[in-house]
């Protein structure tokens, strides 16, 4: 069965600072997808940026960045020029490609990692 | 405005009531899924439903319970043979199966059992 693994239960960086949260997965499927959302205190659940495993370039979205290495299991996110809005908690998440409609379409979360933003 | 609300935003039982999850979306997304999410935890999958009248049983089933009628509405049920009902509740909704495509959530409900 699939894990994400989330090593850092709590992180902070300054504020224009950048700060990289740890991802790692184990998976034995060769196509796969993976996420990471935000949750800041309205709890409500945003994408942040998505790696498609087939994909040896990295994603980038403006500020945000990931560093993805297949071979290792890894999928880093890093937060460039921190903002006091970027504090939430952030989750790093895996769906398989699946092979057809008898697939089983889980995706499937880490236990997150709390961002603080110092002023 | 597409979306998918959830209501209530907190919703208060006493043990031994079942209570009624509401979960809308007007994305016209195929899939749909529950998380319940504890403090200091991450999501865990209670249901998902591919289709209509078709929904399968994610990693914390027991004690719960869904239907899918229609293809915008997914509730849960919390029964009373859920030992610890006090959680967050999301809803979430996706286009594709299998795919890149990333989930859309709900603003999520907190149920309070005591």
């Known amino acids: 069965a699939q894990t994400v693994t989330q090593s850092q239960p709590e992180m902070s960086v300054q504020e224009a600072e950048t700060v990289t949260l740890s991802c790692t997965y184990d998976?034995?499927?060769?196509?796969?997808?993976l996420f990471w959302y935000k949750q800041p205190p309205s709890r409500q659940m945003i994408l942040v940026i998505r790696?498609?495993?087939?994909?040896?370039q990295n994603a980038t979205e403006n500020r945000f960045s990931v560093n993805f290495q297949k071979a290792a299991k890894s999928f880093s996110l890093k937060i460039s020029d921190s903002q006091l809005g970027d504090a939430a908690m952030y989750f790093c998440a895996y769906r398989s490609a699946g092979s057809g409609k008898t697939s089983y379409d889980k995706v499937i979360f880490g236990p997150g990692t709390s961002l603080s933003v110092i002023p | 405005d597409g979306g998918i609300t959830q209501s209530p935003k907190y919703l208060f039982r006493k043990e031994g009531q079942n209570v009624t999850l509401s979960c809308e979306q007007n994305?016209?997304?195929?899939?749909m899924y529950w998380y319940r999410q504890d403090p200091g935890q991450g999501l865990r999958l209670i249901y998902y439903?591919?289709?209509?009248?078709?929904?399968q049983k994610g990693d914390i089933a027991e004690g719960y319970s869904v239907s899918r009628e229609k293809k915008e509405s997914f509730p849960l049920t919390v029964t009373s043979a859920q030992k610890n009902p006090t959680a967050f509740y999301l809803c979430?909704?996706?286009?594709?199966?299998?795919?890149?495509?990333?989930?859309?959530f709900g603003p999520g409900t907190r149920l309070t059992v005591t």
């Open positions: 979430a909704s996706s286009i594709g199966w299998g795919t890149a495509y990333e989930q859309y």
């Open positions: 994305l016209n997304h195929d899939a």
């Open positions: 790696q498609e495993a087939y994909k040896q």
């Open positions: 439903s591919q289709i209509v009248n078709d929904f």
């Open positions: 998976t034995s499927e060769s196509d796969y997808y």
